[in-house]
């Protein structure tokens, strides 16, 4: 049996200016079509997220199936640096009771009990009153405290509900003992300002709210996964539920890689650092796309192929003078080698040139302006231009002419 009052010490309030990732990618992430993995890709997948630091792993589901069992227990025992490995279970016993056998063994434990809370989800989902949402939360909490470290309650359908019946839930499950509180948007309908006024209210009515930690968990529905996870941050929630390339149901979830690299780039403006190791998340998002088969958009912010790629000839141009112009991260701080100059017909002078000195050619001005002009008839007929290319129009052996060329 784990300490039940072993998870006070490791709560913490605004003040700190710490946003714990809690990493969804094997549950929530993996119930998007298409997605699944088997045990031994989930644990792959968990050790990557181990060594990127994330401070939460929910590794599973627990009562769902016998292998979403046994990939957590495995996880769970398997795991041993500094990140909880957590179990997600409804407000039932046998829910709560499998979760707590499936972490039996990890270093640190998470229970993540969660209950419907909209007036919506209790008459059409439960088809239960208020009084007894409220009864089978504090039930839930009491029962999972005894069998893990540390207990999350979430708030299914939280930002449809209403707010003063949430901070009665919030409040009474602090009382039983939940150390960490998540009011998600979990059909991703919110807006950023109604998100942040929904969390600075909580964290103004729930009682104990200074004693636990505020967690928001938004989905992508309208596209403001991460913009909502963002504005929750700046209202005092100090844990993101997200995913690794922001996979999940429907659109999907807030993506890890873009939640962490803003509160990075923009910490003047959060005040709010997480332990990420930002260099992995390039190679953790190329992993999940080895393990799934499910590619990630080429514009996809961070870790999309062309985030770090540059085309247009003032966009080039600028780059070659000072990378800042047009970059806000270095590409290495996310795992990526270097910046990509793509040449093709929208590319400039300066950027042929430069390519062309690296690969050993100094043309003058006279050659350079024979060879750009057959570059740019070249790339009206092909999306990329190759090295090989650039050393064939350099030796003169691709289209002597425009004309011949253009034939």
Same mark, same amino acid.
């Given at each position: 049996m784990k300490n039940p009052n072993r998870q006070a010490s490791d709560t913490h309030n605004v003040s700190t200016g710490h946003v714990r990732i809690f990493d969804t990618t094997l549950r929530d992430g993996e119930q998007a079509p298409g997605f699944a993995l088997d045990p031994k890709a989930k644990l792959r997948m968990a050790q990557m997220l181990e060594a990127l630091g994330v401070d939460v792993l929910e590794a599973g589901f627990p009562q769902a199936s016998p292998d979403d069992f046994a990939a957590t227990a495995r996880i769970a025992e398997t795991l041993r640096e500094g990140t909880t490995v957590c179990a997600l279970a409804r407000?039932?016993?046998?829910?709560?009771?499998?979760? $707590?056998?499936? !972490?039996?063994?990890?270093?640190?434990?998470?229970? %993540?009990?969660?209950?419907?809370?909209?007036?919506? %989800?209790?008459? /059409?989902?439960?088809?239960?009153?208020?009084?007894?949402?409220?009864?089978?939360?504090? +039930?839930?909490?009491?029962? +999972?405290?005894? !069998?893990?470290?540390?207990?999350?309650?979430?708030?299914?359908?939280?930002?449809? =509900?209403?707010?003063?019946?949430?901070?009665?839930?919030?409040? +009474?499950?602090? +009382?039983?003992?939940?150390?960490?509180?998540?009011?998600?948007?979990?059909?991703?309908?919110?807006?950023?300002?109604?998100?942040?006024?929904?969390?600075?209210?909580?964290?103004? %009515?729930?009682?104990?709210?200074?004693?636990?930690?505020?967690?928001? %968990?938004? /989905?992508?529905?309208?596209?403001? $996964?991460v913009a909502n996870s963002l504005a929750a941050v700046s209202a005092g929630a100090r844990q993101v539920e997200c995913t690794v390339n922001g996979i999940g149901e429907r659109a999907g979830n807030a993506a890890l890689e873009e939640v962490v690299m803003?509160?990075?780039?923009?910490?003047?403006?959060?005040?709010?650092?997480?332990?990420?190791?930002?260099?992995?998340?390039?190679?953790?998002?190329?992993?999940?796309?080895?393990? =799934?088969?499910?590619?990630?958009?080429?514009?996809?912010?961070?870790?999309?192929?062309?985030?770090?790629? /540059?085309?247009?000839?003032?966009?080039?141009? $600028?780059? !070659?003078? /000072?990378p800042s112009t047009y970059e806000i991260m270095r590409p290495q701080d996310v795992g990526v080698d270097a910046t990509r100059l793509v040449l093709g017909k929208h590319s400039g002078r300066a950027a042929l040139r430069k390519r062309l000195e690296a690969l050993g050619h100094a043309p003058d001005e006279v050659a350079l302006d024979d060879i750009f002009a057959r570059f740019k008839v070249l790339a009206d007929q092909r999306h990329e231009i190759h090295d090989r290319d650039l050393e064939m129009l350099a030796r003169g052996r691709v289209g002597r002419t425009l004309r011949e060329v253009a034939a």
């Open positions: 407000c039932r016993d046998g829910d709560i009771d499998r979760a $707590g056998r499936a !972490l039996e063994k990890a270093r640190r434990s998470r229970i %993540h009990v969660f209950i419907s809370t909209s007036p919506l %989800h209790r008459e /059409h989902k439960l088809g239960m009153s208020s009084a007894q949402v409220l009864d089978a939360a504090v +039930a839930a909490v009491e029962r +999972a405290r005894g !069998l893990c470290d540390e207990v999350e309650f979430s708030a299914e359908d939280a930002m449809r =509900t209403e707010p003063e019946y949430l901070a009665e839930v919030f409040s +009474a499950v602090v +009382a039983a003992g939940a150390g960490t509180l998540n009011a998600p948007d979990t059909v991703g309908y919110a807006i950023p300002s109604e998100v942040a006024g929904r969390f600075a209210w909580l964290r103004a %009515h729930v009682k104990g709210a200074e004693r636990v930690v505020f967690s928001c %968990h938004c /989905h992508d529905d309208l596209g403001m $996964g803003g509160l990075k780039v923009r910490a003047n403006y959060f005040g709010a650092t997480t332990r990420v190791d930002t260099r992995k998340l390039n190679p953790a998002s190329r992993l999940l796309v080895e393990l =799934t088969g499910q590619p990630v958009q080429a514009n996809k912010a961070i870790v999309g192929r062309n985030a770090f790629a /540059h085309e247009s000839g003032i966009h080039q141009h $600028g780059m !070659l003078r /000072h």
